[in-house]
């Protein structure tokens, strides 16, 4: 028997499917995921809909819906699992961080990933951060460059927060990877941090050799705002 909250989903967003806007949002994407053709303003009325009519899902059955939502073929149906995620943030607890870990490495792309980190996994670790070096070991240990991806930054929104021991430490440990998505996650979680401490990632920058795409990026806020100004 389907879950009724599924049901409607797919009833909501299938009568909306739109073929001739689906083939350019595979094509961004580089054609790794099949798409219903709901662009973003249209899939935010569809989630104000659903919400409106069925509400959130209980927290006991967030985590199945959301698989479910992973495994349909469609991009959207992803995306909607986020939002559920984001919506339901502060009831989450680090019991959701495997199923973090599983939405991480499975249908992996920048997209899905970066919000994961930034958002569900940032703010999980910041609110329980005696789980912190037990999550991020492991993955910054592993051969998965999702996760590494993910650890580099977990921190952005942080700011004065921000354990800037932990960040640069992750960076160097990533600095000699030949993968665009860790030497663009470097370069773009210091430039984040450059907001904050412009000093410390100016310095940070001078002494640790960073592949050129890292340093580049890392130095892009800077170059606009010198430290010392």
């Not at 640069?168 to 941090?193: D, V």
Request: net charge positive; charged share 25%; aromatic share 12%.
């Amino acid at each position: 028997m389907v879950n009724p909250y599924l049901a409607a989903i797919q009833q909501l967003y299938g009568q909306r499917a739109n073929a001739e806007q689906a083939l350019p949002m595979q094509q961004y994407m580089r054609n790794q995921f099949e798409f219903l053709g709901i662009k973003r303003p249209q899939a935010q009325a569809l989630f104000r809909q659903l919400k409106a009519e069925h509400g959130l899902p209980e927290l006991d059955q967030l985590a199945p819906i959301v698989r479910t939502l992973w495994d349909w073929p469609e991009r959207e149906y992803q995306y909607l699992a986020l939002t559920l995620l984001d919506k339901s943030q502060k009831r989450l607890t680090p019991d959701f961080l495997p199923l973090l870990e599983w939405l991480i490495t499975t249908k992996s792309w920048w997209d899905t990933v970066d919000a994961i980190a930034s958002h569900q996994v940032g703010q999980l670790l910041r609110q329980y951060p005696d789980r912190r070096d037990r999550t991020l070991t492991p993955w910054r240990q592993s051969a998965n460059i999702w996760l590494r991806r993910t650890t580099i930054l977990f921190q952005l929104g942080y700011k004065s927060e921000t354990d800037a021991e932990l960040l640069f430490a992750i960076a160097a440990e990533n600095r000699q990877s030949s993968e665009f998505f860790i030497q663009k996650a470097i370069g773009w979680a210091l430039r984040e941090y450059s907001k904050t401490a412009p000093d410390a990632v100016h310095t940070f920058v001078s002494t640790v050799e960073l592949a050129p795409l890292s340093q580049r990026e890392a130095l892009k806020w800077l170059k606009k705002h010198p430290p010392n100004n």
